[in-house]
């Protein structure tokens, strides 16, 4: 995480802040996130029954994929200096576009769209996520994360 100047924030909108390194997502951490949400839908968690649907095995939940924003943007994201705590302030839009299939390599793009000051001290960023599936041309996701950072 890189530290700016408050008074350089803006000067981030449109700029893209770079890619993750690559992640592999195993059958164990979809099991995991089963288990912690009480989702345990068979196309997630049954590799012999999700074989026969169109994805041909079993495929992370969205949220899971969701879920990997903080970890995957932790050496990317910008946020302002003196900082003294930042908190997720939530998705302005998601769009799922593909599953991510079990044993995928995926990494996450992010680029600033917006600053804002919402109150003194306290600096709003949005960013655009985007989680790229390796060897695929389109995106498991693109979001709007919002990070509320407190200075």
Not at 92 to 102: A, N
Not at 124 to 142: C, D, F, N, S, T
Request: proline share 6%; with cysteine.
């Amino acid at each position: 995480m890189a530290l700016v100047p408050v008074t350089e924030l803006t000067s981030y909108i449109g700029k893209e802040l770079g890619t993750s390194e690559w992640m592999t997502i195993e059958q164990s951490r979809i099991d995991m996130f089963a288990e912690c949400t009480g989702d345990h839908q068979f196309i997630h968690v049954d590799p012999v029954k999700a074989k026969h649907t169109p994805f041909g095995g079993t495929i992370a939940h969205g949220f899971l994929s969701l879920s990997l924003i903080p970890v995957l943007m932790e050496g990317l994201m910008i946020m302002p200096e003196g900082l003294k705590m930042a908190v997720n302030y939530g998705l302005d839009s998601v769009r799922f576009v593909q599953p991510v299939r079990e044993g995928s390599r995926v990494r996450l793009k992010v680029s600033i769209t917006d600053v804002t000051e919402k109150n003194p001290g306290q600096w709003l960023i949005k960013a655009r996520a985007e989680m790229e599936i390796e060897g695929q041309a389109k995106p498991a996701y693109i979001a709007e994360p919002l990070t509320l950072c407190f200075v």
